[in-house]
């Protein structure tokens, strides 16, 4: 099946630092990505569409200027927590949607520790 | 607004039991259903899933589910669970009719089959 990566896996920043996580599709074009955050014992809550070429589309609550997201090529997202505060810490998972048959496979998520 | 229900947080079997997970929706107009399973360590992974047409969809691993209209409900079913299927099992809702839109996800439910 299709392959979604995501980079670094996890991550521990300081308060205050900025913190980017990239996600990859690896043999399919995406032109929609999507991002979520889970926190522990908890569902997935999507935070973000990220459409290629054009401004991300937030969900309601999620701070934009907080959660920058650019999907710069039909390959990569990138999603940046910006001034990083200990209630961001979670687990951040992304999903790329495959152009051609719209199906939605996931990468593997990133585990943020701020402190 | 949209939500999806899944009824048990954790669910323990022995194995060659009969598994039913449940899972409900509150959107009335058109959905897509999914079920999605997260094995331990591993990134989310697509089991089934139902656009349109025959309400029982079989998906891998010898899962299969049924979309009943009525009861809003899409529950998954496996008639033998084996070990390996301890896993974390989500539900999971596109509205609108599309097969590529933002997927809302039901709390998850943690799956442990003893051998």
């Known amino acids: 099946g299709a392959v979604v990566s995501q980079h670094p896996s996890r991550v521990i920043c300081k308060s205050g630092t900025s913190v980017k996580i990239e996600c990859r599709s690896l043999d399919f074009q995406a032109t929609t990505m999507f991002w979520y955050r889970q926190f522990p014992k908890k569902s997935l809550m999507l935070m973000a569409t990220s459409n290629e070429g054009s401004k991300a589309t937030y969900e309601q609550g999620v701070e934009k200027d907080k959660f920058l997201i650019n999907h710069a090529s039909l390959t990569l997202s990138t999603l940046t927590v910006t001034s990083a505060h200990p209630e961001d810490s979670s687990f951040y998972i992304c999903?790329?949607?495959?152009?051609?048959?719209?199906?939605?496979?996931f990468g593997p998520g990133t585990r943020l520790t701020v402190t | 607004a949209q939500s999806v229900s899944q009824h048990n947080h954790h669910v323990i079997l022995s194995e060659a039991a009969s598994l039913e997970l449940g899972c409900n929706y509150s959107?009335?107009?058109?959905?897509?259903l999914f079920w999605y399973v997260q094995y331990p360590g591993q990134h989310l992974q697509l089991l089934l899933k139902?656009?349109?047409?025959?309400?029982l969809v079989k998906g891998i691993k010898g899962f299969e589910a049924e979309f009943i209209k009525s009861k809003f409900s899409f529950n998954l079913r496996k008639p033998s669970v084996q070990w390996s299927d301890t896993a974390e099992y989500f539900c999971a809702v596109i509205q609108g009719g599309t097969s590529y839109g933002k997927l809302t996800f039901g709390q998850g439910t943690i799956l442990t089959v003893h051998p």
């Open positions: 999903s790329a949607l495959d152009s051609r048959t719209y199906e939605q496979y």
């Open positions: 959107y009335g107009g058109t959905v897509n």
């Open positions: 139902y656009f349109s047409g025959d309400p």
